[in-house]
């Protein structure tokens, strides 16, 4: 067993009887970790409160990292950086408890990934600290893709199409998995901008959800098990 001081963002949170969590982040220091944090929701004295707990807080944690494969433990947390906005907004939190259950569902892995955790975090402080935000969400989670591997090849952005099984821009329009038309120039303004351009693009509602349901296809055929997320209808039904 290791004490390891780490910065770490909250993934998701279950209930473990009547007493405990377990609490499952991604850690700076050493990816994906699960802790068993018990006691919690019942005691008002302890150390940790099921608040430091919800969708992507951002902890600084010490904890005890167990080498066996077996639940880790918390000795202290705090939150740092605090949010401003995200829990008393409630298009906030319902972004982040749609992020939160992607993240959960896509990053496995037992092994530092500062790159990706840093892009993580600078976004969800993005978020926490804007006000246009309607789009945040699409831009996370297509400029996410460039951490997995199967980022959008630009290289032919003059073509007809879009291929999302290939993930390149295609004239071969006929075939079953490239987008075009209307689909295609929606997705296409999305590619090649960071947050701070967001405010630049504007969709409406329909367009909105046309998107998101094209980078949650392309999602589905790059990686292997990625399910439509039970939140997307909540997601859906706080944009007009």
Not at 90 to 115: A, D, G, P, R, Y
Request: charged share 20%; glycine share 4%.
């Amino acid at each position: 067993m290791a004490v390891v001081s780490t910065k770490a963002i909250v993934f998701s949170t279950i209930k473990y009887s009547d007493s405990s969590l377990i609490v499952k982040c991604f850690t700076q220091e050493e990816g994906i970790k699960t802790y068993m944090v018990r006691g919690v929701l019942k005691s008002k004295k302890g150390k940790l409160k099921a608040a430091y707990f919800q969708p992507l807080t951002l902890l600084q944690l010490t904890a005890n990292h167990n080498t066996k494969g077996t639940l880790n433990s918390i000795k202290e947390a705090r939150v740092f950086p605090m949010y401003e906005s995200i829990y008393t907004s409630v298009v906030k939190q319902t972004i982040v408890l749609f992020i939160s259950e992607i993240l959960s569902s896509i990053i496995q892995e037992e092994e530092k990934n500062k790159i990706l955790y840093d892009y993580i975090e600078t976004s969800l402080i993005w978020l926490d600290t804007h006000h246009s935000i309607a789009n945040f969400h699409l831009l996370f989670l297509l400029n996410l893709s460039k951490f997995l591997g199967f980022y959008p090849d630009t290289s032919n952005a003059s073509s007809l199409g879009f291929n999302l099984l290939e993930g390149n821009f295609t004239d071969a329009v006929y075939e079953k998995s490239t987008i075009t038309g209307e689909n295609f120039l929606l997705f296409k303004r999305l590619l090649g901008i960071n947050f701070d351009a967001i405010h630049t693009i504007s969709f409406n509602k329909k367009e909105r959800q046309v998107v998101l349901k094209l980078i949650i296809r392309y999602f589905e055929l790059h990686l292997e098990g990625f399910k439509q997320p039970k939140s997307l209808d909540i997601l859906e039904s706080v944009f007009s």
